[in-house]
């Protein structure tokens, strides 16, 4: 990658990592300080590394498994407008938070 190039990684925002989610839990913590990691070694090179963490998103998958709570996650569509917005940002390390009927807001570990 060169200079001007960016790394958006896809977290997720949760409230804890409950019972049967830990893995996946614990896996989306370290991607976040991934995150963090890399968009200090990479920032000397110009490549800037952020982190796009969605709410619940109304894919296939979920809108078969979670029928009932589809009307209130993120679209997908929602949350690709968001990676390509950051991928225009003059920032890096940062984190931004999607969550439907929410303001996206900068944040960490939610």
Wanted: contains cysteine; charged residues 30%.
């Amino acid at each position: 990658m060169g200079k001007g190039s960016a790394i958006v990684n896809i977290s997720g925002t949760f409230e804890n990592g409950a019972k049967g989610w830990v893995p996946y839990f614990a896996s989306k913590r370290a991607l976040e300080d991934l995150t963090v990691g890399l968009a200090q070694e990479l920032e000397e090179k110009g490549i800037r590394v952020s982190c796009v963490s969605p709410s619940d998103t109304a894919t296939e998958s979920y809108i078969k498994y979670f029928p009932e709570d589809a009307k209130d996650a993120n679209s997908p569509e929602d949350v690709a407008k968001l990676v390509a917005d950051v991928c225009e940002k003059d920032e890096t390390g940062k984190f931004w938070v999607i969550k439907k009927g929410s303001p996206v807001e900068a944040g960490y570990h939610k």
